[in-house]
């Protein structure tokens, strides 16, 4: 994938990262995606949150998501 909207200036804060990792995890369960898609898929959003946020936690976004798809299985 290419960058579509990733040189505009964002400021994202800690409610918006969140809300992305439920729409990710909404996209991988209704998708239905393998693991490696769902690898893709969440690296994307990564790239773009690391681009808007210097202090963006991967890790702790990994397990947002993680969390929802646990719950919703």
Same mark, same amino acid.
């Given at each position: 994938?290419?960058?579509? #909207?990733?040189?505009?200036?964002?400021?994202?804060?800690?409610?918006? @990262?969140? $809300?992305? $990792?439920?729409?990710?995890? %909404?996209?991988?369960?209704?998708?239905?995606? &393998?693991?490696?898609?769902? %690898?893709?898929?969440? &690296? %994307?959003?990564? !790239?773009?949150?690391?681009?808007? !946020?210097? !202090? @963006?936690?991967?890790?702790? @976004?990994?397990? #947002?998501?993680? &969390?929802?798809?646990?719950?919703?299985?």
């Amino acid at each position: 994938m290419g960058s579509l #909207w990733y040189n505009m200036p964002m400021k994202m804060t800690r409610s918006h @990262f969140q $809300a992305l $990792a439920t729409a990710c995890a %909404e996209i991988i369960i209704r998708t239905n995606a &393998d693991r490696s898609e769902s %690898e893709a898929i969440i &690296d %994307e959003i990564v !790239n773009v949150c690391r681009q808007s !946020n210097s !202090n @963006f936690d991967s890790i702790r @976004f990994g397990d #947002w998501i993680q &969390d929802i798809l646990i719950k919703n299985s």
